[in-house]
C-alpha cells in the first residue's frame, strides 16, 4: 500500500506527570496525556493508556479503516 496525505495521518502524543497535592496532600501523582490530531488540532485527554488505543482505533474505524482486535 502507497503511503499518501489520504491515508497518513499523524498524531502527537503527550504524557506527563500530574501532581495531586492540591486535591489532596496524601494523593500520588497520577499519569496524564493528550493526543493531538496533527492534521486538524484537535486534541483528547486521557488518564488511562487503554484510551489511547481507544481513540486511536476509533478514528480509524470512522475513516474507513480496520483495526485487528487483540486476542483474549
Known amino acids: 500500500m502507497a503511503?499518501?496525505?489520504?491515508t497518513t495521518k499523524s498524531f502527537i502524543v503527550r504524557v506527563w506527570l500530574e501532581?495531586?497535592?492540591?486535591?489532596?496532600?496524601?494523593?500520588?501523582?497520577?499519569w496524564r496525556g493528550v493526543i493531538e490530531n496533527a492534521g486538524n488540532g484537535e486534541r483528547v485527554y486521557f488518564n488511562q493508556l487503554d484510551q489511547v488505543t481507544i481513540y486511536l482505533t476509533s478514528f480509524i474505524e470512522a475513516i474507513g479503516g480496520t483495526v485487528d482486535k487483540p486476542h483474549p
Open 19 to 30: 501532581p495531586r497535592e492540591r486535591e489532596h496532600e496524601d494523593l500520588k501523582p497520577e
Open 3 to 6: 503511503f499518501t496525505k489520504e
